[in-house]
């Protein structure tokens, strides 16, 4: 069966420096329908897996999710960037962009494990 073509104006190219935000009816995690009173704004690519203000004027996905779900990917997510921004055991930085090993260390700082 083939599938109907989607008219060229329901296609928008982003221009790498806007979010691209979703008006989702549901949690993308568990499904929950969505009210104003249970929802929150859920940014695909963690802000937290990246240096303090380098996703500023950059393109980032950013979806309704609601507020238990993205509780619990928040709390993922600090603990899984703390993880990855942190050095090997060589002491080689992920990156070589100061601002991330000043993360690195901020986020070490105040790691717990779960």
Not at 13 to 27: F, I, P, S, Y
Not at 44 to 54: E, K, T
Not at 87 to 110: C, L
Request: proline fraction near 8%; hydrophobic fraction near 30%.
């Amino acid at each position: 069966m083939r599938r109907p073509r989607t008219p060229q104006h329901d296609l928008t190219e982003l221009d790498g420096q806007t979010a691209a935000v979703l008006t989702n009816k549901t949690c993308p995690y568990c499904g929950t329908i969505l009210s104003p009173e249970n929802q929150t704004k859920e940014h695909v690519i963690g802000r937290r897996f990246v240096p303090r203000g380098s996703l500023n004027k950059h393109w980032n996905l950013i979806v309704r999710a609601c507020t238990i779900c993205n509780g619990i990917k928040s709390d993922l997510e600090d603990d899984l960037s703390a993880v990855t921004l942190h050095p090997d055991a060589f002491g080689r930085s992920p990156s070589p962009d100061p601002r991330v090993v000043d993360d690195a260390q901020r986020k070490a700082a105040g790691s717990i494990s779960r």
